[in-house]
C-alpha cells in the first residue's frame, strides 16, 4: 500500500487533525488511507502509540490538549476513544464486532467498550459508521440518536477491475479474503467444501490456524486447501479474476470488502445473508445461510455447474460495484467535516 501523501497540503493551516495511524493492510487501515489521502483542509497525525493502546489513552489526550488552539477538529477514521479531549471529535466505529460477533467474550473488551467507546460517542460531533446494518446496531447499543450517526460506506480501490492479468495456477479454485476469526466462519466452509461436487481447490488468504490444519488433516484436503502468502491489491486482484468464485460465508460483517472488489473482478461471489453482506451486495450475488452447511455446499454447487447463473452473477455483480467509490465514501466525509470547522 502506497504510504500516505500530505492530504490538505494545499492549505497552509489545515483546521482538521486526521489520525493517520490507522493506515495499513487490515479493513480498517484500507479504509483509513482510501478516505485520508482523498481529504483536503486535514494535517495528518503519524506520531504517537497505537492507537487502541493503553499508552494511547494517557497520550492522546495530552497531545491533544498541546494543539487544541491550532486545530478546530480531531477526526480519526478508526475507533481509538476520544472520551477525554479538549478538541471537539469525530470518530469512525465500522461495527461491534467486539461486543456481538461469535468469539468468545471478555471482561476487558465490555469495559472498553462501556467505559471509553461508549463515552467517545456520546462526546462526539458526530459518528461516522459503513452500513445501515452499523448504525442501526450502534444506535441502539449507546442509545444515540440516529441523526447523528452517518453511513459513509466504503469503496474499491483501483486495483479492482475486471480486464487485468489473471492468476492460473493451473488448477481450478474457490478463493477466500480474509483472516481466520471465528466470525468468518472458516471451519464450517472447510467442510462444506469437502462435500462439494468440485474436484478443484480452495485457496485461503488467512494465517494458518492449529484449528483450521486440524479439520484439514481430519478431511484429508491436504492436497486441496492452498495457504497463499501475503497479497497486495495487484496481485489479489489477480487472484479474484482467476478465481471460480469467492466464498464469504461471514457470520458479522460490518461492510464486508471482499465480495465488492470481487464482484468488481468480473468474479461469481457465494456470500451469507446476515448483518450488512445483502445490504452491500444485492442482488449480485448468490446468498446463501451461513449458518446451514449444507446451504453453503450447494451454493459452491451451484457456481461450478450453472454456468447461466456464473454470468448472471458476473454481469449483475459488475454494475453493483460502480456503485461504490472511495470518491463518494471521503466526499460524504469531507461534507461533515466542512460543517463542522467552517
Request: proline share 6%; with cysteine.
Amino acid at each position: 500500500m502506497a504510504t500516505l501523501k500530505n492530504a490538505g497540503n494545499m492549505d497552509k493551516n489545515p483546521l482538521i487533525l486526521a489520525d493517520g495511524r490507522w493506515v495499513g493492510t487490515h479493513g480498517i487501515g484500507r479504509f483509513s488511507h482510501e478516505v485520508l489521502s482523498r481529504l483536503k483542509n486535514i494535517s495528518i497525525l503519524r506520531e504517537g502509540p497505537p492507537p487502541l493502546s493503553i499508552q494511547n489513552l494517557f497520550w492522546q489526550p495530552y497531545y491533544l490538549y498541546r494543539h487544541k488552539n491550532k486545530y478546530k477538529l480531531f477526526f480519526t477514521p478508526g475507533f481509538n476513544p476520544v472520551s477525554i479531549s479538549t478538541m471537539p471529535s469525530i470518530i469512525t466505529i465500522a461495527d461491534l464486532i467486539h461486543l456481538y460477533g461469535p468469539e468468545k467474550q471478555n471482561v476487558a473488551k465490555k469495559a472498553f467498550y462501556e467505559f471509553l467507546i461508549k463515552p467517545s460517542l456520546y462526546r462526539a460531533l458526530k459518528i461516522f459508521t459503513v452500513s445501515e446494518f452499523s448504525k442501526r446496531s450502534i444506535a441502539e447499543w449507546g442509545n444515540i440518536p440516529s441523526e447523528k450517526i452517518i453511513n459513509v460506506g466504503c469503496g474499491i480501490s483501483a486495483s479492482f477491475y475486471p480486464d487485468g492479468e489473471k492468476h492460473d495456477p493451473g488448477y481450478p479454485y474457490f478463493l477466500y479474503v480474509g483472516n481466520m476469526k471465528a466470525h468468518k466462519n472458516i471451519p464450517r466452509l472447510i467442510h462444506a467444501f469437502a462435500n462439494a461436487d468440485f474436484d478443484g481447490k480452495l485457496i485461503l488468504t488467512g494465517e494458518r490456524s492449529p484449528l483450521i490444519l486440524e479439520i484439514i488433516q481430519k478431511k484429508h484436503l491436504e492436497n486441496r486447501i492452498i495457504f497463499s502468502k501475503k497479497l497486495d491489491e495487484e496481485t489479489l486482484a489477480k487472484y479474484y479474476r482467476g478465481a471460480m468464485g469467492l466464498l464469504f460465508p461471514s457470520l458479522y460483517e460490518g461492510f464486508g470488502l471482499p465480495p465488492l472488489e470481487a464482484m468488481a473482478c468480473g468474479t461469481p461471489v457465494l456470500a451469507s445473508n446476515v448483518t450488512s453482506i445483502p445490504e452491500v451486495v444485492g442482488n449480485a450475488v448468490l446468498l446463501i445461510n451461513p449458518y446451514e452447511q449444507d446451504a453453503i455446499t450447494e451454493g459452491i454447487n451451484q457456481l461450478v455447474h450453472d454456468d447461466a447463473l456464473r454470468k448472471s452473477f458476473l454481469r449483475l455483480g459488475l454494475e453493483r460495484a460502480q456503485v461504490f467509490s472511495w470518491d463518494k465514501t471521503a466526499g460524504k466525509i469531507q461534507e461533515v467535516l466542512d460543517e463542522v470547522v467552517f
